[in-house]
């Protein structure tokens, strides 16, 4: 595997949790810490989806958290929701 990825892992009871892992099997401990907040609900694999999307961003970038100013990280989210309105299908459209 050669990029930063959502790694999916079976709790003790069971359940699902998600983590996001670097390229070496590393996990990345500031994202890690928030998504233990969301432990066990779905909202824990939506936050890492979108945080391993931002980690990517910030990698091609050349950017570190401390770097990540609110006018970059505005700019990323609309282009990122420009990409993404581009690729959704309409409700619409025919099969």
């Not at 609110?70 to 619409?92: G, I, K, Q």
């Amino acid at each position: 595997m050669d990029e930063i990825r959502v790694q999916q892992m079976v709790r003790g009871d069971g359940g699902l949790s998600f983590t996001i892992v670097w390229p070496d099997g590393s996990v990345d401990e500031e994202a890690d810490s928030f998504l233990r907040m969301y432990e066990g609900s779905g909202t824990q694999r939506t936050y890492a989806f979108t945080l391993v999307d931002h980690l990517r961003w910030r990698v091609r970038e050349g950017l570190v958290t401390e770097r990540v100013t609110v006018s970059r990280a505005t700019v990323y989210r609309v282009l990122e929701r420009a990409r993404s309105a581009s690729t959704d299908t309409p409700d619409d459209a025919a099969p």
